[in-house]
């Protein structure tokens, strides 16, 4: 995170959740640079999981996503993060990025965590739910990276089969202990970037074929094309219906075509 992070008072972020709600949100979502940060600025015990269980006792047709969480600011609340998650109101769905699939990258990069602790909340968090989605993020060339420290991210992408990656190519950012080293040539950072979306999008077309045929409760969160709406299952995946529903609107759907980065779902009528 840029920056020194302040969280909102629990009471304030649900009195603005209450006007959402109110103005006709379907989708409430909790954002902040790691919102597994939240409370830890405080002299409050509460944190991230208390939050979101205030959330998910409002009144109302919604449901909730929850933003971006630092993997070492999660892993202490993880257990309570994940019981949190049994409210139906919250979309199983975890963006924790880790940002390179090797320990001496993460350790230059100043991240306060490893690959195994990454991979270690991904493992427990689909113990608890199978079907949860994993985003993820990866810096690709940063400056001192070897091949086999982008091979290793790569090989984490294959073998951890997030739902979603960002892919980021290095950019010095001035002031910080890495505009002072030596920078990869673009090349080498453009096919870093590459070999990461490859996998990826491997990844994609997987996870994507052993959704078909598979039936799920979702609820309409987009109406942006005409003769077709964009709706959200529990785990958060993307699902194009192509018929016109309002927003909001829960249905039940199965899924015939796998387009990689989104599904095509069939509504299926009593």
């Known amino acids: 995170a840029r920056g020194k992070l302040h969280s909102f008072p629990l009471d304030d972020i649900v009195e603005q959740a209450k006007a ?57 609340i993880l257990d309570d993060f994940l019981d949190a998650l049994k409210c139906e109101k919250i979309f199983l769905f975890l ?19 490893t690959t195994a602790q990454y991979e270690e909340i991904i493992t427990r968090s ?6 949860i989605r994993i985003c993820t993020d990866y810096i690709a060339g940063f400056s001192g990276e070897t091949d086999e420290d982008g091979d290793a991210s790569v090989q984490q992408v294959l073998r951890t089969r997030p739902g979603k990656v960002n892919i980021t190519r290095f950019s010095v950012r001035p002031g910080t202990p890495a505009a002072k080293w030596k920078r990869l040539p673009e090349p080498v950072k453009k ?31 987009e109406t942006d094309k005409p003769g077709s709406v964009t709706a959200r299952d529990r785990s958060y995946q993307n699902i194009v ?10 249905l039940r759907v199965k899924i015939t075509e796998n387009r990689k980065h989104y599904l095509i779902g069939e509504v299926i009528r009593p």
């Open 241 to 250: 219906i192509q018929e016109e529903f309002p927003l909001g609107t829960n």
């Open 95 to 113: 963006h924790i990025p880790v940002q390179s699939g090797s320990d001496e990258v993460l350790k230059r990069m100043g991240r306060r965590y």
């Open 126 to 131: 689909r113990a608890a739910f199978p079907d």
């Open 20 to 76: 959402f709600i109110a103005a006709g949100a379907t989708e409430l979502q909790v954002t902040a640079q790691d919102t597994a940060s939240w409370g830890m600025d405080t002299d409050s015990p509460l944190r991230l999981p208390d939050l979101l269980r205030a959330l998910g006792e409002l009144d109302g047709n919604f449901m909730i996503r929850v933003g971006m969480a630092n993997p070492d600011n999660l892993l202490p």
């Open 191 to 221: 096919a870093r970037s590459r070999a990461l979306t490859d996998a990826a999008n491997a990844v994609y077309e997987a996870n994507g074929d052993a959704m078909l045929g598979r039936e799920f409760d979702c609820v309409v969160t």
